[in-house]
C-alpha cells in the first residue's frame, strides 16, 4: 500500500516536472514574438518598409535601405557558400572514403565551430583593409564562409541517403558516374539539399557579429557592391543601444521583422524536409 | 495478361553489334525453342570481395532467346555472378574478377562499359524507378546511349511500356511521378526501362521478391513472351518459379555451380545430392 502511494506520488512529480518543462520550451518563442511585437508594431508601417531613416530626432523614417542590404549581402553569401559547400560535398559522398576526405570533413566541423565574430575579424583583415573601405561584398563573403560547412554537410547526408539501387538503376542503363550523380542521385535529393540551404541561409540571416566589421552599415542606400551598407542585425544593434526613444522601437520592429522572415523560411523549409523524407520511405 | 506485346517489331535489324554474332540470330518471334546458340558463357570464373572469394571457377553457357534461372540460398553467390555480367560489379570498392565472360564470344571484361550495359541490361530485386515521370524512366537509358537522335523517343517509349505489359495502364498519365505506381507496376516499369534500349540480355535479380503472387505472375508471362526476342537470366529463391519459367536452371551452392541443366532435368533426376536436398526442401 505504501509503496503504491510512493509510486503514484513520484509519477506526480515527474509529470508535472517534464510537462513544466515543455510548456517552458514552447512558451519561449512565443513570448519573445510576443514581446517584439507588443514593441515593435507600433512602429511597424508601410514607410517601415520603403523609406530610409531620417536625422536623429525626428520621428518616422523606415529601414527600407537595411532590409535592401540584407537581401544584396545574403545573396553574395548564397552565391559564394552555396556552390563551394554543394560541390565539395558531392565530392565528398561520392568519393569520400579514404584519408583525404576524412580530414576535409573534419576541417569542415571545425570550421561550422569557428565563432563568428572570429570569420568577421579574418574578412575584415582579408577583404575591408586591403579595399580599405567596408562593403556589401565584404559582408557577403563573410557570411558564404560560415555558409559553407553546413551547405557541405547537408548536401553529403542527403546525397549519401539516396539508396544505392537507384544509382545502380542508372549504371545498369550505361550512365557513367558523373552522369548517375547529376541526372538521378542529386534530382533524388534535390527537395532535402534545398531545405537544407534555406535552413542554413536563415541561420546566417541573422548573424551581427561578422557584419559590424565588414558591410558596417550606412544611413543611406548603397549602389553596388563595393560600399558599406545597412543590414537588418547591424540596425537593430545600432538602434537599440541609440538614445533615441524612436530608433529603439523601430529596433524592436526590425527584431520582429527578422524572427518572422527567418521563422517562416525555417518552416517552409522543415516542411519541405518531411514531406520528401516520407515520400522516399513510401 | 500479357496485353499487346510488340513481339515482331525488328529490333536486332539495325543493331550494329549484331554483326560480331557467331551464327546470325534468327527473326524474332520464331521458334525459340530450336535455336540452341551460346549468348554468353562464363569460363572459370572467380570473384572476390576484398579477401572473401565469394565465386569459385564458374564455368556455364547461357543460351541465346533462353530463360536460365539461377537458384540456391541466400549467400551462396547467384547474384555475384549476375553482377559480374553487366559488370555492375565493378560499382563496389575492393572487388577483383578472374577468368572470362564471353557475350557472343567477345570478352566482356575488355568492353567498353557503356555498350556491354546497353547490350545487357538489368532488373534489380527491389523496383527502383528513379524519382521522374513514368515517361523519363522509360526515356533514361535512350538518352544515355544517345539513341533517341534515331528513333523518336515517344515512339520508343510506347513500344517499350506495350512490351512490358503496362502500357494499358499508365498511358494516360505518363507524366506522372513513377513512384506513385505500385510496386508490380514499379518492376514492369524497371523492365520496360531496361528494355527501352533493346538489350540482348536481360538479367533479372529476384525480380520478384517484393512483390505479391498476381504482380509475380504478370512477370512470368511477361518473361515469356521477352523470350523470344532476348536472352534472359533470372536469380530466384523461388523454385516453383525456376520449374514454370526457365528452360535451364543452375544451382549454385556456396559460390560453387553445383549443376547446371535443363530445367526438367534439374528438378525431376538431378545428378547430385546437394541440389536434389535443395530442391526437395532438405536444407537452404
Partial sequence: ?282 | MTAKIDTMSPIRAREPEAQNNVTPAPPPGETPFANSTIKLQAEHLNFYYGDFQALHGISLKVKEKQITALIGPSGCGKSTFLRTINRISETIRHTRVEGHIRLDGADILKMDVTSLRRRVGMVFQRPNPFPKSIFENVAYGVRVNGLDKKTPLAETVEKSLKRAALWEEVKDKLHDSALALSGGQQQRLCIARALAVDPEVLLLDEPCSALDPIATAKIEDLLFALKSQCTIVIVTHNMQQAARTADDTGFFLLGKLIEFDRTEVMFRKPSEKQTEDYITGRFG
Fill in chain 1, 1 to 282: 500500500m505504501k509503496l503504491s502511494f510512493r509510486r503514484k506520488a513520484v509519477n506526480a512529480v515527474m509529470l508535472t516536472l517534464t510537462g513544466a518543462c515543455t510548456f517552458l520550451v514552447a512558451s519561449v518563442l512565443l513570448v519573445i514574438l510576443g514581446y517584439l511585437a507588443w514593441n515593435g508594431l507600433a512602429s511597424l508601417n508601410l514607410d517601415f518598409f520603403t523609406k530610409l531613416p531620417v536625422p536623429a530626432g525626428e520621428t518616422g523614417g523606415g529601414m527600407a535601405h537595411a532590409i535592401l542590404g540584407s537581401a544584396k549581402v545574403l545573396l553574395a553569401a548564397m552565391l559564394i557558400g552555396v556552390p563551394i559547400g554543394f560541390f565539395a560535398g558531392v565530392y565528398l559522398a561520392e568519393f569520400g572514403d579514404g584519408v583525404f576526405p576524412g580530414i576535409i570533413r573534419y576541417t569542415t566541423d571545425l570550421l561550422n565551430g569557428v565563432p563568428s565574430i572570429v570569420i568577421g575579424i579574418f574578412a575584415y583583415a582579408l577583404i575591408v583593409l586591403p579595399m580599405r573601405h567596408p562593403s556589401t561584398l565584404a559582408g557577403g563573403i563573410a557570411l558564404g564562409v560560415m555558409m559553407i560547412p553546413i551547405s557541405l554537410r547537408t548536401t553529403e547526408e542527403f546525397l549519401r541517403a539516396v539508396p544505392v539501387s537507384l544509382r545502380e538503376g542508372a549504371m545498369a542503363l550505361g550512365a557513367g558516374k558523373a552522369r548517375t550523380i547529376f541526372t538521378v542521385v542529386i534530382p533524388a535529393a534535390k527537395s532535402g539539399i534545398l531545405s537544407g540551404l534555406m535552413l542554413n541561409l536563415a541561420r546566417v540571416a541573422g548573424e551581427t557579429a561578422p557584419l559590424l566589421f565588414t558591410a558596417f552599415g550606412n544611413q543611406f542606400w548603397s549602389p553596388g557592391w563595393m560600399l558599406a551598407t545597412a543590414t537588418l542585425p547591424q540596425v537593430i544593434y545600432a538602434y537599440a543601444i541609440s538614445p533615441y526613444e524612436d530608433w529603439r522601437r523601430q529596433a524592436w520592429a526590425a527584431g520582429f521583422v527578422l524572427l518572422v522572415l527567418v521563422l517562416s523560411v525555417n518552416a517552409v523549409a522543415r516542411f519541405a524536409i518531411g514531406r520528401t523524407t516520407s515520400r522516399g520511405r513510401s
